[in-house]
């Protein structure tokens, strides 16, 4: 007979900022629920402190049961303020367990915040990297494209190809379309004022064109 294999659960990870939040909520709500009773001992004691003086008046006018009524007022006095002093004791107590919790907890939030903050700027970095390898690979075909167009427009122009005079014009015609068209896709940005809208001018760099000849070669070169 298969013995029976006994799954045990999963339990979930614990949560240490999480179970600290929690705590730091039961104890601030008992610390709210022994204020107001703190509040509520202090005006009975202003009470009994206002009864206490008008009974004393009366004794002093010689009432013979102003002296039992302030007796027992007196003890009720006594009662409220042992209480009371009980409770700013319990007060401080929890305050003091408060302060390390909240410490801990707030140390716990920096450092998870922090995590976040170096995941999200990773992942910047990834997508920066994908982008501008994208960009280089479609500027590199970009580049060879526009070479491979001026040596055909140039061979024709410049007659190694074997054309009539008819011809010839026409590649020119090509080649004139080309700065044409060329020169409206570089002012696009500029007809359409929309573009780039609220993109930030320091973020972007001109690039230099740094020509692979010396300018006196070049210019000898003509």
């Known amino acids: 007979m298969t013995p029976i294999e006994i799954v045990k659960p999963v339990e979930p990870d614990r949560d240490e900022l999480e179970e ?15 204020e107001e009773e703190a509040a509520h001992l202090d005006s009975q004691m202003s009470r009994i402190g206002v009864l206490a003086n008008a009974l004393k008046i009366r004794i002093s006018e010689h009432d013979a049961g102003a002296a ?44 998870r915040d922090l995590a976040r903050q170096d995941a999200l700027v990773k992942e910047c970095e990834v997508e920066k990297d994908a982008l501008i390898e994208e960009i280089l690979s479609n500027w590199t075909r970009c580049c060879e494209a526009a070479f491979d167009l001026m040596v055909m427009l140039d061979g024709g122009m410049g007659g190694q190809l074997q054309l009539d005079a008819e011809h010839k014009r026409q590649l ?13 896709a570089a002012l696009v940005h500029v007809n359409e004022q929309t573009q780039f809208q609220f993109a930030r001018g320091e973020v972007f760099h001109r690039m230099r064109v740094i020509p692979a000849k010396r300018r006196e070669k070049v210019r000898a070169a003509g």
């Open 172 to 184: 020119f015609a090509m080649n004139s379309d080309v700065g044409e068209r060329l020169q409206g």
């Open 68 to 111: 039992d009524q302030l007796d027992c007022l007196e003890r009720e006095q006594q009662e409220i303020a042992r209480r009371r002093e009980g409770l700013r004791l319990r007060i401080v107590s929890l305050q003091s367990e408060l302060v390390p919790m909240t410490r801990e907890a707030s140390a716990l939030a920096s450092q």
């Open 20 to 34: 600290l939040q929690t705590a730091i909520t039961l104890h601030q709500g008992r610390l709210n629920m022994m």
